[in-house]
C-alpha cells in the first residue's frame, strides 16, 4: 500500500531563515504530488504541484519554491522565511488528475 | 469562480446521534470529495462522488451527490466519538488543484 511522510511534524523558527521541508511517497509511481497550506482562520491552498521530475507549477505568488528532485520526493523551500509564512503545510499525493489526493501529517511552521 | 458553502459550520451532537453535513456549490460539481480533518493532523479521504444521485457508504458514513450535482450530504449513522473531527468538501478545479469549502467541526459527546 502507498504511504505519505511529511517531516519535521513542527518547526519554529527565525524570520530571515531557510526553510526546507520535505515529502516522500511510498508503494507508488509516478505521482502527482502537492503541497497545500492551511492558514489560521483560512481554507486549504494549493502552493505547488508537479505531474513528474523536475515539473513544478506554482499555484500562487509567494516567498516559496518547490523541487521535484526525484520521482517520490517533494521539497518545499524558502530562502528566507517571513512572518507571513507560518501556517499547517500539508503535502500529497494521487496516482493522476481527478482522482483522490491523500494528504500526509502535516507541518506546523511557527515564524518568530 | 466556483466556491463551496458547508453548513452547518459547527455542530455538537450526543454520542449515538445521527446527523447530517451538507455541501453546496454554486456551479455543476465534476467530482466532489469528503475528507475528515483531526486537528492538527492531515486529511483523511472518506469518499468521491462523481454521478449525479450517487451514493457511497463506508461503515455508518455515507455520503449522497444530489441530481444536479450541486449539493453533497454527508450522514453520520450513530455517532461516535472517534468521529470528531472537521469535515470538508472539496472539488476538483480547473487546474490540478482541490478547492475545499471551510469545513464543519464535529463534537461528539459521551
Known amino acids: 500500500s502507498q504511504t505519505i511522510h511529511q517531516w519535521p511534524a513542527t518547526l519554529v523558527q527565525p524570520v530571515g531563515s531557510p526553510l526546507s521541508l520535505e515529502c516522500t511517497v511510498e508503494g507508488t509511481s509516478n505521482p502527482n504530488l502537492y503541497w497545500y497550506r492551511q492558514a489560521a482562520g483560512r481554507g486549504l491552498q494549493l502552493l505547488f504541484y508537479s505531474v513528474g521530475i523536475g515539473q513544478i507549477s506554482s499555484e500562487v505568488p509567494q516567498n516559496l519554491s518547490a523541487s521535484r528532485p526525484q520521482d517520490r520526493q517533494f521539497i518545499l523551500s524558502s530562502k528566507k522565511l517571513l512572518l507571513s509564512d507560518s501556517g499547517f503545510y500539508l503535502c500529497?499525493?494521487?496516482?493522476?488528475?481527478?482522482?483522490?489526493?491523500?494528504f500526509g501529517d502535516g507541518t506546523r511552521l511557527s515564524i518568530l | 469562480s466556483q466556491e463551496l458553502e458547508q453548513s452547518p459550520q459547527s455542530l455538537i451532537v450526543q454520542e449515538g446521534k445521527n446527523l447530517t453535513i451538507n455541501c453546496t456549490s454554486s456551479?455543476?460539481?465534476?467530482?466532489l470529495y469528503w475528507y475528515k480533518q483531526k486537528y492538527g493532523e492531515g486529511l483523511i479521504f472518506l469518499m468521491m462522488l462523481q454521478k449525479g444521485g450517487e451514493e457511497k457508504s463506508h461503515e455508518k458514513i455515507t455520503a449522497k451527490l444530489d441530481e444536479k450535482k450541486q449539493q453533497s450530504s454527508l450522514h453520520i449513522t450513530a455517532s461516535q466519538p472517534s468521529h470528531a473531527g472537521i469535515y470538508l468538501c472539496a472539488y476538483q478545479g480547473g487546474s490540478e488543484k482541490l478547492v475545499f469549502g471551510k469545513g464543519t467541526k464535529l463534537t461528539v459527546n459521551p
Open positions: 500529497a499525493w494521487s496516482s493522476a488528475r481527478n482522482q483522490p489526493q491523500h
Open positions: 456551479k455543476t460539481l465534476y467530482g
